[in-house]
């Protein structure tokens, strides 16, 4: 059992597992932050389009409810429906900015670093200069020579 444990310790250490939680975190924000769009702003001016006092005049009532009989209506939320749609379209349209952008940026990133391999394959290499071995053999050379 401590084994496991110490198995479970490891695995949500991990980078990739805090970087997966840190997403799922800052995808609800994200969610929040459209439904709000959507819901408070998108919405209303399409109520307002359609001279709506709300999205929820674009709903349809199949059947009115009936309290003598106990039945709920029966409504086709267009409305709603609408809605969830806009909801899909702006995150579908921020996550391909993102994708996209991220995307550019890994293209600028390979493309300068297949440059710099370029200008280092084309730079002519220094001639090596002479080991430390071969100066000391020199001075030695010259000062026998003395």
């Keep these: 059992m401590k084994k496991f ?3 479970f310790k ?20 994200f969610g929040a932050i459209t439904s709000s769009l959507v819901g408070n702003v998108i919405t209303p001016l399409l109520a307002w389009l359609f001279k709506a006092p709300n999205t929820d005049a674009l709903n349809i009532t199949l059947r009115a409810a009936d309290e003598a009989a106990g039945t709920e209506a029966v409504v086709l939320g267009l409305g709603t ?11 579908a349209l921020v996550l ?16 300068k670093l297949k440059k710099q391999q370029e200008e280092e394959a084309a730079a002519p290499e220094e001639p090596a200069g002479p ?3 071969e100066l000391l053999a020199d001075i030695l050379a010259e000062l026998k020579k003395k």
């Design 10 to 29: 490891a695995f949500i250490t991990k980078g990739n597992v805090l970087d997966m939680a840190i997403g799922v975190i800052v995808g609800g924000a």
């Design 131 to 133: 080991t430390t071995e």
């Design 81 to 91: 429906f609408v809605g969830a749609i806009i909801n899909f379209l702006v995150i």
């Design 96 to 111: 391909f900015s993102v994708i996209k952008a991220f995307n550019k940026a890994r293209e600028l990133a390979e493309a």
């Design 5 to 7: 444990f110490e198995e």
